[in-house]
């Protein structure tokens, strides 16, 4: 079993900056791609970024492209989602969720671990 536990979450005012993290254990991280999800209230869970397992590549959704930027330090099992110039529709839970194929893609289904979310409340 691979464990994630995420954290950096907080309460924002627009145009600030926060820097999430998601900590992994119990597996060799570099094995898994990496990725962010978040959840609004009353709507569904929607992708954010991933990055493949040894930061080569990242994936984005095109609401936070050029404002959220995903590593990875692999020599401390975390992924990092920094995120800039913050809106109040970024208000959301944030998970982090990793997948053994590698591959970055915005499929939820894909992931086989999940962690249990960090709350950003983003005011206006």
């Known amino acids: 079993q691979l464990q994630l536990v995420e954290s950096g979450g907080g309460l924002v005012q627009a145009g600030d900056s926060l820097r999430l993290s998601c900590a992994a254990s119990?597996?060799?991280?570099?094995?898994?791609?990496v990725g962010w999800f978040r959840q609004a209230p009353g709507k569904e869970r929607e992708f954010v970024a991933a990055i493949t397992p040894r930061g080569f590549t990242t994936y984005y959704t095109m609401s936070v492209k050029g404002r959220f930027t995903i590593s990875r330090d692999n020599a401390k099992n975390t992924v990092y989602l920094q995120m800039n110039s913050v809106k109040p529709e970024d208000t959301a839970v944030y998970y982090c969720a990793a997948n053994r194929g590698g591959i970055v893609t915005r499929i939820e289904s894909e992931y086989e671990y999940w962690g249990q979310g960090t709350q950003v409340t983003v005011s206006a």
């Open positions: 119990g597996r060799t991280f570099t094995d898994y791609a």
